[in-house]
T-cell receptor, first 112, second 114 residues
Framework: EDKVVQSPLSLVVHEGDTVTLNCSYE??????LLWYKQEKKAPTFLFML????IEKKSGRLSSILDKKELFSILNITATQTGDSAVYLC????????????FGTGTRLQVTL | GAVVSQHPSRVICKSGTSVKIECRSL??????MFWYRQFPKQSLMLMAT?????????EQGVEKDKFLINHASLTLSTLTVTSAHPEDSSFYIC??????????FGSGTRLTVV
């Protein structure tokens, strides 16, 4: 059975801190790892990682995938209160429109 | 581009009644649609995958007679919760494979069964 596990489950930091969120996976026919941010409703897409060791960056967020050790991290630098959300990672199996298997999520709260 | 419109956003129904949730792809053709369920403070659990014109594939443990999925056209997929019970109260969300834009999610439906 495919499994995606995130840690920590929840995190409270002060504005300006840097956080690292972890995602490990055990997935048959793994193709890509995706990160999403979920505030109140629909998850919004952050990154899709397919190649190992290549960092993807968007503003203060960055992510990298290690296909040998089967994990990914999401970094957020200089956190802001607007970063408070649940961060989800999901694995995508091979195949054009294959399903996503979501991790447990990390609930991040950024305080003033 | 690649927007999925999900309705209703919130619904309250009585036990024993059925509720239909719609997901429409507005500017692309969604050949594959995924339906998820999310309990409070938990992650998204895939319920089923629907392909236009064919029967949905349900995940293990999901009752297909209770959660009816129809994907009759390339722009519309529906999930009907039949004979709803309070334990069916949850957040239901659809997602479509868009091709170029990857996966896009509907805005979700919060179902409360009283």
């Amino acid at each position: 059975e495919d499994k995606v596990v995130q840690s920590p489950l929840s995190l409270v930091v002060h504005e300006g801190d840097t956080v690292t969120l972890n995602c490990s996976y055990e997935v048959t026919n793994f193709r890509s790892l995706l990160w999403y941010k979920q505030e109140k409703k629909a998850p919004t897409f952050l990154f899709m990682l397919t190649s190992s060791g290549i960092e993807k960056k968007s503003g203060r967020l960055s992510s990298i995938l290690d296909k040998k050790e089967l994990f990914s991290i999401l970094n957020i630098t200089a956190t802001q209160t607007g970063d408070s959300a649940v961060y989800l990672c999901a694995s995508k199996a091979a195949g054009t429109a294959s399903k996503l298997t979501f991790g447990t999520g990390t609930r991040l709260q950024v305080t003033l | 581009g690649a927007v999925v419109s999900q309705h209703p956003s919130r619904v309250i129904c009585k036990s024993g009644t059925s509720v239909k949730i719609e997901c429409r792809s507005l500017d692309f053709q969604a050949t594959t649609m995924f339906w998820y369920r999310q309990f409070p403070k938990q992650s998204l659990m895939l319920m089923a995958t629907s392909n236009e014109g064919s029967k949905a594939t349900y995940e293990q443990g999901v009752e297909k007679d209770k959660f009816l999925i129809n994907h009759a056209s390339l722009t519309l997929s529906t999930l009907t919760v039949t004979s709803a019970h309070p334990e069916d109260s949850s957040f239901y969300i659809c997602s479509a494979w868009t091709g170029d834009y990857g996966y896009t999610f509907g805005s979700g439906t919060r179902l409360t069964v009283v």
